[in-house]
């Protein structure tokens, strides 16, 4: 047993030795220098290619000015807000760091001091990294601080490194940026606003910081942020007797500061591409948004320069020929477009149109703006259905495989408008407050009963939300998180009927991506736009590829093959690109908020939004704006401006690459029927209609799948097979919004007949109209027209006709 003179020895030895390293390392260490913080460097961004972007985001805009020059406003703010003990205590909070040092040592998230301090040693540190060391060593730099400079030497030295946004560093360039006039002259209402800018520019800037944050730092919410602390500041003012009440009563107004100024080098797409790749390397790690203003750092990105180039001038090019807001006020100002394009190969983002100039309009449109996408999120009802199945109904809601039926594209279900949607056991359903759901088609088109492929080929809407009720919303939810959306606030309520025709409003980077993942086969890739980043040579963060399989191959290239024939057939056609495999889908909401067209090519998949919305986003009370008459329109679908921008952009896209067809779909699922759909529907009548200066002659009740005739025991195709030799012929337009299509050819069908004729007619609506079917009887006859117009052929047997144009 030691005696207590050894063990009292020994805890006196090793106090010493560590009161001696303390001592050492106290010695060792040395005051911030703010000349030496001074000094930044650029961020260099690079395109894909590796050339140059731009250089940016690392000129320090500081300008150090003494103790006497700081308002005594701006003190006592800074006191009353952060540290209201600053006056006499020794620049040490030991709670607070015993709570970081035992939060890092269990590896927890790193936190900064908790006194001004401890806050201007940190700041005026060149490295920014939060290890334990650096804790340590800030210690020791604090305690020399606190006991070697004056209060009014700290206080300065605070405010003179301290940033706050907009590139400014330190008191007197915040002042100059934010107000136009010097710190000596911030009344004290702007030092509240100043001192609540140190808690974090990104988040309390009035102007927003969407390129850090596009859903917390908007200049709506950072403005209420700012607000809300700018009065809590001057609250603790008067309770900490720093301002009387008397005064504090004179600042009611919030002192709204300038709105930023331009910066030439990120004009154009420019300022978008640096804010995406600007966020997704601040999400992906540890560096805070100022540490990068802080520059130094080379970020390398997937965009294409060339591409960039093309989709800005194939929107530039539909804006200047079509919105004209002189012209048409009232329907035309406001117009926004975005886009985005991303590799499916890869998930590399290789093109974004964020708007018409990031130092104008600041939040890009490629991310989430809040427009809904319409019919384009029906390929993910059509997967689900695939994936998952019909439920049984005679089962419970919660279904495992062996009760489902797969369903296949060919199914038949009832397309009339306004149809009674039920649940999946074929109650009606009925929202909280007892209302029944009838789904309506754009511009109350009826189809009668129509098959999947054919619903998703004229974008019917009543077949899918019933479809989306049988599979099951939740599982549709499912199915577009797999494909790449973020169930996040951006996705709708998937409780409500119409949640399968896109409520939900996922960017346009993410609907491309979600795409992208049916262009792969059901590989889903992350879409990403930084590869790599270095600093000062040394690799600080690398994008790793993550592939997930989201779908079977079979339920991707079913829903590639049902796409592919909305461009060749349906809606799509003005999307078409010339000898290469184009597959896609328009979208359009309710009252006409927004259109989409979302489309790809094995190599390449694109997103187009349009809406109308105004840039103020301070403007409480703005929305998304009707879009009937806007570019002289009746009405915008997806297959009219969005449309025709993904052409023009695409066209130019893949011009110098292989034009490569999509793999062969093969059989799936089950031919179900859904919606009161029966195996041997009627047909139903279709009155002749007129043709108007603007728009051509639509079908108000056509049916794709009348009565059968009687078979004929020589026919070899089957009395349902639509494409059993019959050459269609002649060329089709238009589609979501109209268009004529004209069908010339011949067909030999289910009798062995021939029917040769002319039919031209038109297909018009938010999804266009499905055409009628031909039908013959014995000897010469006359067969009506495809489409809306009446054609007159000679027909030898019966012939009974699928959709043709």
Known sequence: MPSWKL????????????????????????????????????????????????????????????????????????????????????????????????????????????????????????????????????????????????????MAGYLNVSYYGRGASGLQAAARTYYGKDAKDLNPSECAFMASLLKGASYYDPAGAPGVDSVQATAEKNTARAIKRWNWILDEEVKDGRMSEKERLTYKEFPMPDKPKKNAQLSGQIGYLVNTAKAEFLNNTDVTSDQLDQGGYEIHTTFDKKKVQQLNKAVKRVYDEKIDPKKRPETDTHVQFGGSSVDPKTGAIQAIYGGEDATKHYTSNAGPTGAAVGSTFKPFVLAAAMEYGKRDASGGPDQGESQRTKVSPLSIYNGADKLKIKKYNGEVWTDKEGKEWLQTNDDHESYGNITLREAMQWSANSPYVQLGMDVGTDKVKEAAIAAGLKDDQYMADASVPSFSIGTSSPSATRMAGAYATFAARGQQREPFCVTEVKKRGEVTYRHKAVTKSAFDSVIADNVTDVLKNVVEKGTGTSARLPDREVAGKTGTTDDNLSAWFVGYTPQLSTAISMYRLDDDEKNKNRRFEKMYGTGGQDKIHGASFPAQVWHDYMAEAMKDQEAVAFPKAEPIGDKVYGGGASKKPKPTPTPTPTESEETKPTPTTPSPTPDPPTPDPTDTCGTWDWNCQNNNGGNSTGGDDGGTNTNTGTSQGNDGGTDTGTSTGTTEGDDGSVPDPVTGGNGNGNGNGNGNGNGNGNTNGSWLGGPAG
Not at 73 to 91: L, P, Q, T, W, Y
């Open 7 to 154: 063990v009292s020895g020994l805890c006196i030895g090793f106090l010493g030795l560590l009161m001696g390293l303390a001592g050492l390392a106290y010695a060792m260490v040395a005051k911030p220098d703010i000349k030496a913080t001074a000094e930044a460097e650029n961020n260099v961004y690079f395109w894909k290619d590796g050339t140059q972007m731009v250089a940016t985001g690392g000129e320090v805009n500081r300008q150090v000015i003494d103790y006497a020059q700081i308002p005594e406003a701006m003190r006592n703010a800074v006191i009353s807000a952060e540290n209201k003990s600053f006056d006499h205590d020794h620049g040490i909070d030991p709670m607070g760091i015993a709570r970081a040092l035992f939060n890092m040592a269990k590896g927890g998230e790193t936190q900064g001091g908790s006194t001004i301090t401890q806050q201007y040693v940190k700041n005026s540190r060149l490295s920014q990294e939060q290890t334990l060391s650096r804790k340590f060593e800030e210690l020791f730099i604090t305690l020399k601080v606190g006991s070697e400079m004056k209060k009014k030497e700290v």
